[in-house]
């Protein structure tokens, strides 16, 4: 409800600011928190706002929205045979990749941008800049982009731009349950004639909270301690459900 | 039902988990063992990271045996002399054993090690398991009885360090438990079980222990072993998730009493006959993994 309301305002100063705005996009997030609570399944936010000129007039307009999220280092391994067991076998480290990744427009990048403004904006997964270290086979960078893009955590045009009405549009952002905590940057950038004329640029924290948030600190903070509250804990229930069952 | 599992980073159905614990518990109580051989590997299946469910296995191990060391002291079934100097072996183990997977997951070979080892060990306890049964039930179709010596003196009378233990009648060398002591905290820290399956008949028949204190010793050692596994596992490598021991204890509570309930009603050599070839096909389970072709030829991991 937070959300909806925060959005009929946005909407709402949007008209009321009328067309006389210089600004050529105003966009915004149904949300600037995505909470990791325990009962967290993945999460979906919204990208919405107005352009200035209607969308696909002439000269046409295009939106692009490009999220991403906190950079990681990743290993990647490949499996190899050794003695009829698979074993994992010669690996090359990617010291950063975005953890996540989502591109979407209402048309195609490649359709609508040349390779310069592509690679500088860094849009669609041929322009990440994946930089790695050892092993320089390509074959493993193709099996990041695979393997990311299998668990959900990078998308290329996974949902699309979709337009309402001349000036408004919005896009879908869907987190995997395996999503990373940390600030995330969401640009939303207006193409016309080959060119980027405008960019706005959001944020977005995600970070856990209530007993998930609790129990990742403290076994992080003060892993000791949170070891022996798991002794005691499951030495408890244990002893709690015998006393439990052993009645019935 | 879904719960986010924040040690793991991965949200599961809860009912699966307690689904889980229920079965593994239903099955540690028909057969009076632990039931951490199959719990681990099940975790691995349904998509637990494993080193996740290495740790929170050993977790549940503690919590799911603990009420049975409880009961076993009331009856005076332990001998803590002999739970002590096994400990004393399995805390070496164990931390040695927990080092060395932490230096396995470095190395991104964990899965591999851990199924490995599942195989290799399981695949002979099982086997020798069934094997026995298998001659029991067998002499006992022909109708006579066993004939066993008393006592049997071997090489291992012969070992210095000499120690009385009263409750098991037995005046051996402390070397033979704290080299199995250890043996099964190393397997314990690795692969994330109490080791009951493995300690009870190493008990028997390489220490002699009289069989009414085996268990509550065993259990003894298990409970101590497998908290200083939880411990040093939460500490260096910070893969306990207590959201997942509690889901799984909670259902391996309620089970173990429907096992235990069952097993009393089934004759002792079958029931180990069962045993036997239940681990046996979790090592056939895991060995077919190893050897098929992977559906994926690469994996990635965060560089920690």
């Known amino acids: ?248 | 039902m879904q719960v986010y599992l924040p040690i793991a980073e991965m949200s599961v159905d809860a009912l699966l988990l307690l689904g889980i614990g229920f079965g593994v518990g239903w099955l540690s109580g028909l057969f009076g063992v632990g039931g951490g051989f199959l719990l681990t590997p099940l975790l691995m299946l349904i998509g637990i990271p494993s080193a996740v469910a290495v740790a929170s296995g050993a977790n549940q191990t503690l919590g799911a045996s603990v009420s049975g060391l409880i009961a076993q002291w009331r009856r005076g079934n332990v001998d803590w002399r002999m739970g002590l100097t096994l400990f004393a072996g399995g805390l070496l183990g164990s931390a040695l054993g927990v080092q060395t997977f932490a230096l396995l997951k470095r190395w991104g070979q964990v899965d591999v090690a851990v199924s490995l080892f599942y195989v290799v060990i399981l695949g002979i306890v099982g086997a020798l398991m069934v094997r026995e049964s298998i001659t029991a039930l067998l002499r006992r179709r022909r109708g006579s009885a066993p004939r066993r010596k008393l006592h049997e003196h071997t090489w291992l009378h012969g070992l210095p360090f000499k120690l009385r233990f009263r409750d098991s009648r037995l005046y051996i060398s402390v070397i033979p438990p704290l080299v199995i002591g250890f043996g099964i905290g190393m397997l314990s820290a690795i692969m994330g079980v109490g080791g009951g399956f493995m300690l009870v008949p190493a008990m028997i028949y390489i220490l002699g222990m009289p069989t009414a204190i085996v268990i509550g010793t065993s259990l003894f050692q298990v409970v101590f072993v497998s908290a200083n596994v939880t411990l040093l596992q939460a500490w260096q490598v910070g893969s306990v998730d207590i959201v997942l021991t509690m889901l799984l204890l909670v259902g391996g509570v309620a089970g173990a009493q429907f096992g235990a309930a069952m097993g009393t009603k089934l004759r002792g050599e079958e029931t180990r006959a069962l045993l036997g070839l239940l681990v046996l096909s979790v090592a056939i389970g895991l060995a077919w993994n190893l050897l098929q072709t992977p559906s994926r030829a690469f994996t990635i991991s965060p560089i920690s």
């Open chain 1, 1 to 248: 409800m937070k959300g909806f309301a925060r959005m009929l305002w946005v909407l709402g100063s949007l008209f009321g600011a009328g067309m006389a705005s210089a600004a050529p996009i105003t966009a915004e997030l149904s949300t600037d928190r995505v909470e990791i609570s325990t009962g967290f399944t993945g999460a979906s936010v919204l990208v919405f706002g107005a352009t200035q000129n209607p969308l696909g007039g002439d000269p046409p307009e295009d939106l692009i929205v490009v999220a991403t999220g906190p950079t990681q280092g990743v290993v990647v391994r490949r499996k190899i045979n050794v003695l009829g067991i698979w074993l994992n076998g010669p690996s090359t480290r990617f010291p950063e990749v975005p953890g996540f990744y989502a591109l979407a427009g209402t048309r195609r990048v490649w359709e609508i941008l040349p390779e310069e403004e592509r690679r500088q904006y860094r849009l669609g997964f041929d322009n990440l800049r994946l930089r790695n270290e050892g092993n320089r086979n390509p074959a493993f960078r193709a099996a990041l982009l695979e393997l990311k893009q299998a668990d959900g955590r990078w998308q290329e045009y996974a949902s699309p731009v979709s337009r309402a009405g001349e000036r408004l549009f919005s896009a879908r952002i869907a987190f995997p349950d395996t999503v990373q905590t940390g600030d995330y940057q969401i640009e939303v950038l207006l193409v016309r004639e080959n060119r980027v004329i405008a960019r706005q640029e959001l944020s977005l924290r995600v970070e856990r909270v209530g007993t998930a948030a609790d129990i990742a600190s403290l076994a992080r903070g003060q892993p000791l301690l949170y070891g022996v509250l798991c002794i005691v804990l499951a030495a408890l229930a244990g002893w709690l459900g015998s006393v439990l069952f052993r009645r019935n």
